[in-house]
């Protein structure tokens, strides 16, 4: 199995600096505000980008502010740039935390669903593959993105 690159950092330019200096690896970054997210979506490929939906943006009266939108999903499909769902969040949260997650993850989903954004699961090691893939087609994932979800797992270690 390949080792995975975990990059956890705000700084631009120390992000850059250590994909170019990894290219041969597996490169997962966590997401931080929408700048940032799209400067680094501009600039690099192939790498897996998740916790869009963790971000701690309010969300409006009649809208879901999940940290994606139909301009990083372009930049995601042109780049060849996966969307990751971090599944850890199933036990850590209440139940209203875990609520307003989902209803944001299925908001990503049907974005990257419209614009043909390949999705990885990460942290989900634990759950039956089964269970997994019954919950991503309740998240409004077709079959062959669920297929490509359960077929790219990550395992990070934080």
Same mark, same amino acid.
């Given at each position: &199995?390949?080792?995975?690159?975990?990059?956890?950092?705000? *700084?631009? &330019?120390?992000?850059?600096?250590?994909?170019?200096?990894? +290219?041969?690896?597996?490169?997962?970054?966590?997401? %931080?505000?929408? @700048?940032? *997210?799209? %400067?680094? &979506? @501009?600039?690099?490929? %192939?790498?897996?980008?998740?916790?869009? !939906?963790? +971000? /701690?943006?309010?969300?409006?009266?009649? @809208?879901?502010?999940?940290?994606? *939108?139909q301009v990083l999903c372009k930049l995601a499909k042109e780049n @060849?740039? $996966?969307?990751?769902?971090?599944?850890?969040?199933? $036990? !850590?949260? /209440?139940? %209203?935390?875990? $609520?307003?997650?989902?209803?944001?993850?299925? +908001?990503?989903? $049907?974005?990257?669903r419209k614009y043909k954004v390949n999705m990885a699961t990460i942290?989900?090691?634990?759950? *039956?593959?089964?269970?997994?893939?019954?919950?991503?087609?309740?998240?409004?994932?077709?079959?062959? &993105?669920?297929?490509?979800?359960? /077929?790219?797992?990550?395992?990070?270690?934080?």
């Amino acid at each position: &199995m390949d080792k995975i690159l975990l990059i956890d950092s705000s *700084n631009i &330019m120390e992000v850059r600096k250590n994909i170019s200096k990894n +290219q041969g690896r597996k490169i997962v970054l966590d997401a %931080k505000d929408e @700048e940032f *997210n799209r %400067k680094i &979506m @501009e600039t690099t490929k %192939k790498i897996t980008i998740f916790g869009f !939906e963790l +971000q /701690d943006s309010k969300d409006k009266l009649r @809208e879901r502010n999940s940290g994606l *939108n139909q301009v990083l999903c372009k930049l995601a499909k042109e780049n @060849e740039i $996966s969307i990751g769902i971090d599944l850890s969040f199933l $036990s !850590e949260y /209440d139940d %209203k935390s875990t $609520s307003l997650l989902i209803s944001r993850i299925k +908001q990503n989903v $049907s974005l990257c669903r419209k614009y043909k954004v390949n999705m990885a699961t990460i942290n989900a090691n634990k759950l *039956n593959l089964y269970d997994l893939k019954a919950f991503l087609l309740t998240l409004g994932m077709t079959t062959i &993105m669920v297929k490509y979800a359960t /077929d790219n797992i990550l395992i990070l270690n934080r």
